[in-house]
């Protein structure tokens, strides 16, 4: 965020540069002073600090200062490190537990929102036709798959899910415009999940891709949902990139879920009967 910053320096009005170099020069400070005093220790106009923070792509001073507080103040010590053999259990569990936050706020602070629009959109619109929505996914991804096809079949939504590469080189073969094809991987570099990547697009399907920025896979789908966590084996956090696809996917779902809207409500309430009727008393 402060890189950010930084490089927009020099494409900022004067007066928007005084704004930056205080949150550059005291970063959990700005967050939590009024804009009163903010534009006081800038020299500035309270309408100019607002005028900077909507500048680098906020909402507003309110907006900007929540994002800072929680780069500067969030308190992640053990980021990027290992675990150490003389670790305790309680020290194991702050590590692991504030890696994987400090990865969701990096992707909450770095996702782009037009992006989940259009994957949302995408299966509203799929759904809507009576057309096809599928998840692949290998070894971890392919356990992501099947949580999404789990969440998304709760909205009423039917979907396929597969992690088996000639099943997904196969299903995809079958899909046609206005199906939908979601592809999770976090290298994406597996070579059967490209491929039914590229063979669903081909028959046009929108396909939508859970992974690495500029990866292969990133490059050959329409929609990209961003997810910058390259695994490292000198410290301990394996999981942590299949949670984040855990948490794209219920981002995604949740969107999906009000965009159905008002007919979602008798199917879940049918769902919810059929299944209390089903329980042992």
């Not at 081909?202 to 789908?221: E, K």
């Not at 394996?238 to 809207?261: F, N, Q």
Request: glycine content about 6%; charged content about 20%; some cysteine.
């Amino acid at each position: 965020m402060l890189d950010r910053i930084t490089a927009s320096l020099p494409s900022l009005a004067p007066a928007e540069q005084r704004v930056a170099r205080l949150v550059l020069a005291d970063p959990q400070t700005f967050a939590q002073l009024p804009v009163r005093l903010l534009a006081e220790r800038a020299h500035v106009s309270k309408p100019t600090v607002v005028r900077f923070c909507r500048s680098m792509g906020y909402d507003g001073l309110a907006d900007f200062k929540i994002k800072l507080a929680n780069n500067a103040n969030e308190g992640v010590p053990f980021i990027h490190r290992s675990v150490d053999s003389d670790d305790k259990t309680g020290d194991v569990l702050v590590k692991v537990v504030d890696n994987a936050v400090a990865a969701f706020l990096q992707y909450r602070n770095a996702a782009r929102v037009p992006d989940l629009e259009r994957a949302a959109l995408a299966i509203v619109s799929s759904w809507q036709q009576g057309r096809r929505i599928e998840f692949y996914g290998a070894g971890n991804s392919g356990i992501v798959a099947q949580d999404a096809q789990h969440k998304f079949f709760r909205l009423g939504v039917t979907s396929l899910a597969s992690s088996d590469g000639h099943i997904q080189v196969m299903s995809a073969t079958l899909l046609g415009p206005g199906d939908c094809a979601l592809i999770i991987s976090n290298s994406g570099r597996t070579r059967d999940l490209m491929d039914a990547a590229d063979i669903a697009r081909q028959r046009g399907a929108t396909t939508i891709a859970i992974t690495a920025s500029g990866s292969p896979l990133a490059h050959v789908c329409d929609i990209l949902l961003a997810a910058d966590h390259p695994e490292g084996y000198d410290r301990y956090s394996p999981m942590v990139s299949r949670l984040m696809h855990l948490l794209i996917i219920d981002v995604l779902a949740t969107c999906v879920a009000l965009r159905i809207g008002e007919p979602l409500q008798p199917v879940l309430q049918q769902m919810k009967d059929s299944l209390r009727a089903k329980r042992y008393t």
